[in-house]
């Protein structure tokens, strides 16, 4: 199956409609709002079954691991808006200094207007609707962008969108990345864009031409450290986990491994036993354990495995695209599987003696999107302290995206901005500072020629 492209005058043409509709200001209203994340709501129940078919036909996904890593956040995030939008879109008093009494302010949150969201393929549901729940609560309209990479799955989510929404209000485009720069060339009040540093580096370039504000949630390096107070057991299970989710196609899956020289031989055992634990010992079979999603990436993660020696996996089907989880030792930090951003699941490791060691190299690289840490939490709390990345978990991996009432988002080249729960809402709104001045008195202190300045100057 494939995607055929948009047309450039649809674009055009839907782009007009969404601000002019955005204009009649049918979106500012809260009922409104809520009555339309309660069709989300209901369309994301409805097209459960035929969205978990198209993810399983694009990515080998299981319906069990569509619906908790896709169709579930998106869901909790749905009811997260609909429970606390009022209090969000409430006008939020603020202290006003006494200079200024007996003024009164205020902050108002407002819709930034038109937006455009830009999915990535390979959390093709959760990545385009979670980001559209933001858009609906703050009262935007949306134009959504999914990954033609993933057809069956993109044209479930049009199917679905075009039989909720009206397309003045919010619509799918399909199509290649001349699509993109199609989308591109037309003015928004915000993009939101999902996907990797060097695409994300060109929406930015797009949206500096009309001065579009951006969130741009990308990837990177995110190093997993593993210290030699770690429980082994408990880190190998929990590293295999976030390494074989989605199989490493995950933009904050541990990319590279940092462990102690005394745990690397232990690690590796406990490594394959729990691989085996979560997919059997034929992984191949394992309805659990996805695809890489096209021959290009297929041949590019393959490549990965001649910049160190395999220790556990290797085995790979071109046909199916399939990677078996891979662990690989003894590797430069000057190779490709150490300068590129792998996603997929091969494991490159790197040992230390000396945490600092390990910090610094964290330091040396750019900014992560997550950084993992297992050992003690004390000493975990201390190499947070000491490096920065978009998000973080001690002894644990990839559960900070689980949680909608801490922000997601990157720092540095690994993204800018953040969403989920009210920092969703707060994405595609702006900020607007208001002062109120009464007329019953005016006092003179503030006029030209500034009589009692002494005074006033107390005040200041």
């Given amino acids: 199956m494939s995607i055929e492209n948009t047309e450039k005058q649809y674009i055009e043409s839907i782009r007009e409609k969404q601000s002019q509709f955005f204009a009649t200001g049918a979106t500012l209203e809260y009922q409104y709002r809520i009555s339309q994340l309660k069709k989300l709501q209901k369309a994301l129940q409805a097209w459960e079954k035929h969205l978990c078919e198209a993810l399983w036909t ?26 606390h939008l009022k209090r969000w879109m409430k006008a939020k008093r603020v202290c006003t200094p006494i200079k200024m009494m007996p003024s009164r302010s205020r902050i108002i949150s407002e819709p930034l207007g038109n937006a455009l969201i830009i999915a990535p393929w390979n959390y093709p549901v959760q990545l385009l609707l979670n980001p559209l729940v933001g858009a609906i609560s703050a009262g935007c309209t949306a134009i959504l962008k999914p990954s033609p990479y993933v057809p069956n ?10 039989n909720t929404f009206e397309k003045e209000y919010i619509a799918v485009v399909q199509g290649d990345r001349e699509v993109n720069k ?90 394959e036993k729990e691989l085996h634990k979560l997919h059997g010992k034929n992984i191949k079979e394992s309805r659990h354990y996805v695809r890489i999603v096209n021959d290009k990436s297929f041949e590019r993660i393959k490549r990965y495995m001649q910049d160190g020696d395999i220790v556990i996996g290797g085995e790979t089907d071109t046909q199916e695209r399939y990677i078996a989880p891979t662990l690989l030792d003894n590797v430069k930090s000057s190779s490709p599987v150490m300068q590129e951003e792998i996603f997929g699941p091969i494991l490159p490791i790197m040992t230390f003696t000396n945490r600092d060691n390990a910090i610094e190299f964290i330091r040396q690289r750019e900014k992560p999107l997550a950084l993992y840490y297992f050992g003690k939490e004390s000493d975990g709390k ?43 809402f707060k994405a595609f709104s702006h900020q607007r500072s208001v002062v109120i001045t009464p007329t019953w008195i005016d006092l003179p202190f503030r006029y030209m020629p500034y009589k009692m300045f002494g005074l006033v100057k107390k005040l200041l």
């Fill in 182 to 271: 199609q989308l591109l060339s037309q003015r928004y009040d915000v993009i939101f864009f999902t996907g990797s540093p060097q695409l994300g580096k060109s929406v930015m370039r797009a949206a500096a031409e009309h001065l579009t504000p951006v969130v741009l949630e990308l990837g990177g390096k995110s190093p997993c450290i593993v210290d030699k107070d770690a429980d082994i057991e408990i880190a190998a299970r929990r590293i295999a986990w976030g390494k074989t989710l989605n199989a490493g196609q995950t933009c904050i899956a541990p990319d590279y491994l940092l462990i102690h020289e005394e745990c690397k031989a232990q690690f590796i055992k406990a490594f």
């Fill in 382 to 424: 201390e190499i947070l302290r000491l490096t920065s990345s978009g998000g973080a978990c001690i002894n644990d991996t990839i559960m900070h995206i689980a949680n909608e009432n801490i922000p997601f988002g990157g720092v540095g080249n690994s993204g800018m901005g953040h969403y989920h729960g009210e920092e969703s």
């Fill in 153 to 162: 799955v993109s044209v479930a989510i049009e199917e679905m969108i075009s």
């Fill in 58 to 83: 694009d990515l080998h996904k299981s319906p069990q691991e569509a619906i908790l890593t896709e169709l579930s956040i998106v869901s909790g995030e749905i009811k997260n808006h609909i429970s």
